[in-house]
């Protein structure tokens, strides 16, 4: 043992004298900043110094004594430096393109190697290598550029070379001189005529309306029916005009018409009320002549609805207990129908009337929506039957409808609209009616309806 530690001191010693001599043997830089330079290179390189710390002291060491750290710092600047702009420099992809071919055409010819040497397959593997070599960087191939133009034809003679229906039938032989007529090539410009924009005529004149609240265009009606008032007054008073007749009436006649009221104050009253019945009937006839026709009428609420519709689609689900009432059935459908909504409205079949409530989901416009809540909330009595029923009916209903209510389950705005059209559809069991909503993946609908609870009335009359 003593033999081996004494051997093993005199080779590191040896390794160390014969590194020394080397050192001193080697020419000094002339320079302190290129031995700076060499130090800093030896301490940002570790592998470097682990390997000369190994061929220093001759024996091999352990790798638990490099710090990976290092390492992992010198990748995060790489990282840093690859997060910062930089450009591409010319030509670089078009050399990777380059090395790339290069590459399959050496793979190519080591193919045709391996298989067996024949004529035929040296010539299609030179052949392959040849065009996969040739091949350049993939650009789009630029248009010719004509000697003349399209628009330039109208200036050659008619009926000579180079004459095509277009104008010129080739533009690549070019045009001689005689052949381009000079008389139509003026010193006049032709022009085109000016656009006459009104719009920026006027847009010095042009004055913009101030916005108005309600009660600004209140006060301003107010001033302008005054004023109107005001000039009809000045007109009468200077003679432009005759004065209006007084309004007569059965209260007023006795101050306005003194004299002939007690000469004759039935005849008075005969006239008085003449007058009377023709201030109506000029009335009656300014109302009709202003009354729409029924096909305007249509025409009316169809823009209304199409209008109100453009703007959002609103959604609504109602849960009612029973819809065993015909004419409560007739107006929840009728009024859909009216207002051009959508939807389903689901309600329980024969034997089926108290198990499971009845569903209505509508869509539309916010103000079809709004006279449509106010139908379901408001106006009908979900406990009151028909009046025009007979007796038996009516009391046999009355019993079913004692405990009958509608609640507005949820509302809401949709991005456009799930259902087609209006329906209303008799379901034999609930699972009918899930699978009803779950084709249009609506069936969250039948969960909030089952478990809805009814809240105070007046909340949701306040909502409309």
């Not at 550029?145 to 010129?168: M, R, S, T």
Request: proline share 5%; hydrophobic share 35%.
């Amino acid at each position: 043992m003593a033999e081996a530690e004494e051997s093993g001191k005199r080779v590191r010693d040896e390794s160390i004298e014969s590194h020394a001599n080397q050192s001193s043997n080697s020419e000094a830089p002339s320079f302190s900043l290129t031995r700076y330079s060499q130090k800093s290179d030896q301490r940002s390189n570790p592998r470097q110094m682990l390997s000369q710390q190994k061929n220093l002291f001759g024996f091999k060491m352990v790798g638990s004594y490099y710090d990976p750290a290092l390492h992992k710092a010198k990748e995060r600047r790489k990282r840093h430096k690859l997060c910062a702009f930089s450009f591409v420099e010319e030509g670089t992809y078009a050399k990777r393109g380059e090395v790339v071919r290069k590459k399959q055409a050496l793979e190519l010819l080591d193919s045709a190697d391996l298989i067996p040497s024949t004529t035929s397959v040296a010539g299609q593997a030179s052949t392959a290598v040849a065009r996969i070599l040739s091949k350049g960087p993939r650009l789009r191939p630029t248009e010719t550029v004509p000697e003349i133009e399209w628009w330039d034809a109208a200036l050659l003679v008619p009926g000579e070379k180079g004459f095509f229906a277009g104008g010129v039938e080739s533009a690549e032989a070019g045009v001689a001189q005689d052949r381009v007529n000079v008389k139509k090539i003026t010193n006049l410009v032709q022009h085109p005529p000016p656009v006459k924009n009104e719009y920026m005529e006027k847009i010095n004149t042009m004055q913009i309306e101030p916005f108005l609240t309600a009660k600004e265009k209140k006060k301003r009606s107010r001033i302008r029916r005054l004023e109107k008032e005001k000039e009809k007054r000045e007109k009468i008073k200077m003679g432009i005009i005759p004065p209006p007749e007084p309004k007569i009436k059965m209260s007023n006649y006795m101050q306005l018409l003194t004299q002939e009221a007690v000469i004759d104050p039935s005849l008075t009253e005969a006239k008085v009320q003449k007058k009377i019945e023709e201030r109506q009937m000029k009335h009656l006839r300014h109302n009709l002549e202003k009354k729409l026709t029924p096909q305007q009428k249509r025409e009316k609420l169809k823009r209304k609805l199409n209008r109100d519709t453009n703007s959002e689609c609103r959604t609504a689900v109602f849960r009612i207990e029973t819809l065993v009432d015909p004419s409560q059935r007739y107006k929840v459908d009728a009024t859909a129908r009216k207002y051009t909504l959508t939807g389903l409205c689901i309600m329980p079949g024969q034997g089926l009337s108290h198990a499971i409530p009845s569903l209505v989901v509508v869509e539309g416009g916010q103000w079809a929506m709004k006279k449509y809540k106010k139908l379901l909330l408001r106006r009908i009595k979900w406990t009151q039957p028909a009046d025009r029923l007979d007796e038996a009916d009516k009391a046999r209903l009355t019993e079913e409808l004692k405990n009958n209510r509608v609640g507005l389950v949820w509302e809401g705005t949709v991005k456009k609209r799930i259902f087609d059209k209006w329906k209303l559809i008799e379901v034999r069991s609930e699972a009918e009616a899930r699978r009803l909503l779950a084709d249009k993946a609506v069936e969250n609908y039948w969960n909030i309806v089952i478990s809805y609870q009814y809240g105070d009335c007046k909340t949701e009359i306040k909502n409309i």
